[in-house]
């Protein structure tokens, strides 16, 4: 599942959004996927990240990952899959995904 990008209900603007699985059980529970929010509007920060096979994805236009934008939700909250990551923006994404989980983490 990592990588696909699903179409989801999100509960705090009761609107539907698409938003690309970057994790996959091991959480809460077996059923619950972690999405980052994907968007047709710009860059906004240096983790969000733009996908280059848009097209590949099955989106529409041209759009970005806010990996700054983590939801966990009950993969039963997912609509319909609008398509897959290319793994060449799967890495990149994983890889913005990471550097916010850590930004300014330091070991003491």
Known sequence: MRGEIWVYMDTESSK????????????IADIDVTLAKVTSQGIRNMFDVP????????LHKP????????????????LFKVGALHHEDLRRVMDAVIKYITAGWSEK
């Open 16 to 27: 539907r959004r698409p938003g690309v699985i970057i994790a996959d059980g091991g959480t």
């Open 51 to 58: 996908i280059e096979h848009w097209k590949e994805a099955g």
């Open 63 to 78: 759009s970005v990952v806010r990996c700054s934008k983590l939801k966990t939700v009950s993969s039963v909250e997912l």
